[in-house]
């Protein structure tokens, strides 16, 4: 069935090291893939998305990276900051025939050790 | 910016007790969700709403139904709370353009952290 799963639970790094955050899909039929990032008490905010007909998309600091043959997806921060400690999410969109639903992953939790 | 804010950050009824949560969004969106947020599960679509008085059952809509009189206002309300209701509840809103409506990003409010005793 549909489902979004994450490879860590929890990441440690050091600040200033890059992160890197791994996300494994099941439905090969999304198209479209989000990342979110939930800091303590908030709601999950948008970092960046990718679209299936992309392999790679940089942002500030952040790259998504989609392996549509292992249905895989990563986010990568560089030169992680305290700030980026937070809970963060992946999640698809399954396509049109899919409505309006976005499936969201259990989540990854990053630690920044200053 | 979009702003969505929602009624209460923290709640506590009584089992059986009926319960509205009520959601707000300030740029005239056309979708709004309610998920409810558990350690481990994610986030799971309740309901979901792609219009005034429009509604759509999501993964887990049992016990719980949603009212939508007005574009900016989505409540999702708990007929008869039970102890496993308890959980957070997040309140989301997305816009509607384009060819594929559907590859808009969510944006999301605080929270409100429902306890049921």
């Known amino acids: 069935g549909e489902s979004v799963g994450l490879h860590l639970p929890t990441l440690s790094v050091q600040e200033g090291d890059n992160s890197i955050i791994n996300c494994a899909y099941s439905?090969?039929?999304?198209?479209?893939f989000i990342w979110y990032k939930q800091e303590s008490g908030k709601g999950p905010q948008f970092i960046i998305d990718?679209?299936?007909?992309?392999d790679k998309r940089q942002g500030q600091r952040v790259t998504v990276l989609l392996n549509k043959t292992v249905k895989h997806l990563s986010l990568q921060i560089a030169a992680t900051q305290p700030g980026d400690s937070a809970v963060y999410f992946c999640?698809?969109?399954?396509?049109?025939?899919?409505?309006?639903?976005?499936?969201f992953g259990a989540g990854t939790r990053l630690f920044v050790k200053a | 910016d979009v702003k969505v804010t929602q009624s209460s950050r923290y709640l506590v009824k009584r089992t059986g007790e009926k319960v509205f949560l009520e959601c707000v969004q300030d740029?005239?969106?056309?979708?709004m969700f309610w998920y409810r947020q558990d350690p481990g599960l994610g986030l799971r679509l309740i309901y979901f709403?792609?219009?005034?008085?429009?509604?759509e059952k999501g993964d887990i809509p049992e016990g719980y139904s949603v009212s939508r009189e007005k574009k900016e206002r989505f409540s999702l309300i708990l007929e008869s709370a039970s102890t496993n209701q308890t959980s957070m509840y997040l309140c989301?809103?997305?816009?509607?353009?384009?060819?594929?409506?559907?590859?808009?990003?969510?944006?999301f409010g605080p929270g409100t952290r429902l306890t049921v005793l």
């Open positions: 989301a809103s997305s816009s509607t353009s384009g060819l594929k409506p559907l590859y808009n990003e969510q944006f």
């Open positions: 439905n090969s039929a999304s198209d479209y």
């Open positions: 990718i679209r299936s007909n992309m």
């Open positions: 999640a698809e969109a399954p396509g049109y025939t899919g409505g309006f639903k976005t499936i």
């Open positions: 740029m005239d969106h056309e979708n």
């Open positions: 709403s792609y219009d005034v008085k429009m509604k």
